[in-house]
């Protein structure tokens, strides 16, 4: 391949490969935004399904006060326990208790078990989940999401109301849905798996000794804590959730302290799966953990496929655009050589050394430098032709081609000028050099062993440029040289000087 075409071809590889590379980067950065956005929808609908949730419970539980906690018997009832003495309370007590009984049972067929009643001073008046505990004072929490700090209740979403006999007030209901029932309610709905985390030090803070042994240390991050339950239920089998965690600590590196929505894929055993963190927090605002939704979601995986299926697609669209190129440039290299060169010796043809001819003439004019013109040709050679055939012939040019190539510089143009004539242009040579370099050149023609003509001489005709030359009155002198060289006896060099 031509010096030049391997250049082209270079440089179409490199930008082959820039282009590439910047594709790369430009799908790459498309498919991560593409997929953050999904992963945004994948937060706002674990965020909406949380929030039906617990609305659905606070609907409920509206429903429970209004129909069963305004009721005028109720309330009086507790009114009337309240300045009781305590055997009058017993009475009162069981008389509530067993009227609100029914609504008990119900209550823990939606998984709500915790519901008890205390007195504006905090002193607690009945426990329906544990009625045979009750007197004991406790102070008013203000962690929403924690109920009582005792050992029955862990950890859940508290929903209290307040108690009010004609303008009286007679103390607080409290109602806490414990997180295996918003779990068991969000799988039961929304089909995906789902776990609470709650930060170290709400726990550290919040809860009892004997109730830290209820939370098992996260396998996503040590300072998060989820409550242990007997729900097996799980949408996802263990093994796989254990997987997915061990892979989100990898992952996540401490995001869980930003308390920020966010939500991430992790691949196992060639599935995808969504993992979204929603933030939950106290009623005064503080950051107490996260829901987090688990969900088998393979649509995460077209993400991928599609940035190589399209990444691919322009990859072969440029692999084709370059073969092109550089057939093209091959092409094109290769014709401008056929219409530049000889086709019989392989040097410059007439036409291409006017074209340099006629450029080193504009720096002669401008810089007035030296430029020398060799016109030469083969004695007798009609002779060879007809006594040994063109083929010696042919062989006979292009051995001189071959012979001058190797006598001349790389900055000198060597062509043939027709038949059997050759010429040389030879920039930054003045008429002395320019004969010592004929003389050379005749030498070597003239003491080459050729096969079956044995020897070949040839005549030289050589002149300098001047500023006032044309391609016609240069090349005119050295043809009136070359024509001096053959009457006076071929194989000689003779000069013709430019007219001063």
Do not use: C
């Amino acid at each position: 391949m031509d010096a030049k075409i391997k250049k082209s071809a270079l440089i179409y590889i490199l930008s082959f490969v820039f282009l590439s590379i910047v594709i790369w980067f430009i799908f790459e950065l498309k498919k991560n935004q593409n997929k953050q956005v999904y992963l945004n929808q994948k937060i706002v609908k674990a965020a909406a399904e949380f929030k039906a949730t617990l609305n659905g419970y606070k609907m409920l539980i509206d429903f429970i006060e209004t129909r069963y906690f305004k009721d005028p018997e109720i309330l009086k009832l507790l009114y009337e326990s309240y300045n009781a003495p305590a055997q009058k309370q017993n009475i009162y007590r069981k008389k509530i208790y067993t009227k609100l009984q029914t609504l008990y049972q119900e209550m823990k067929k939606y998984q709500i078990k915790f519901l008890q009643i205390r007195f504006p001073d905090g002193t607690v008046f009945l426990r329906f989940h544990r009625p045979e505990r009750f007197g004991d004072v406790i102070k008013e929490e203000k962690f929403s999401i924690f109920g009582s700090p005792k050992k029955e209740v862990t950890g859940g979403f508290k929903f209290p109301f307040e108690l009010y006999y004609n303008n009286h007030f007679l103390g607080t209901v409290e109602i806490i849905l414990s997180y295996d029932a918003v779990k068991e309610e969000l799988r039961k709905i929304f089909k995906g798996e789902y776990q609470f985390l709650i930060y170290k030090k709400i726990l550290v803070n919040r809860l009892l000794k004997e109730e830290k042994k209820n939370y098992i240390q996260s396998e996503i991050d040590p300072d998060f804590y989820y409550e242990s339950g007997n729900n097996n239920n799980y949408q996802i089998p263990v093994e796989v959730l254990s997987q997915i965690n061990m892979k989100l600590r990898e992952k996540l590196k401490n995001r869980l302290e930003q308390f920020k929505n966010f939500a991430v894929d992790v691949k196992v055993d060639g599935d995808y799966y969504v993992v979204s963190f929603i933030v939950i927090t106290s009623m005064t605002g503080e950051k107490a953990g996260y829901l987090v939704n688990y969900e088998k979601d393979n649509t995460i995986f077209l993400f991928s496929e599609t940035f190589l299926m399209m990444y691919a697609s322009v990859e072969l669209a440029l692999l084709a655009m370059l073969a092109f190129l550089i057939n093209i440039r091959t092409r094109s290299e290769k014709f401008k050589i056929l219409s530049e060169t000889d086709p019989l010796t392989g040097i410059y043809n007439k036409g291409k050394f006017n074209q340099v001819l006629e450029e080193e003439l504009k720096k002669v004019k401008r810089y007035g430098r030296p430029l020398g013109v060799i016109l030469f040709d083969i004695d007798h050679f009609k002779k060879i032709n007809d006594t040994y055939g063109h083929q010696v012939g042919d062989y006979v040019l292009k051995t001189i081609a071959k012979i001058v190539k190797q006598n001349i510089r790389d900055t000198d143009t060597f062509a043939r000028w027709g038949g059997e004539e050759f010429v040389i242009l030879a920039p930054e040579t003045d008429l002395n050099g320019l004969k010592i370099l004929a003389e050379k050149l005749r030498k070597a023609i003239e003491e080459y062993p050729f096969e079956h003509v044995k020897k070949v001489t040839s005549s030289f005709g050589i002149t300098e440029a001047v500023p006032e030359d044309t391609t016609d009155t240069v090349i005119r002198r050295a043809d009136e040289a070359l024509y001096l060289a053959k009457e006076r006896g071929r194989n000689r060099v003779e000069i013709v000087l430019p007219e001063i």
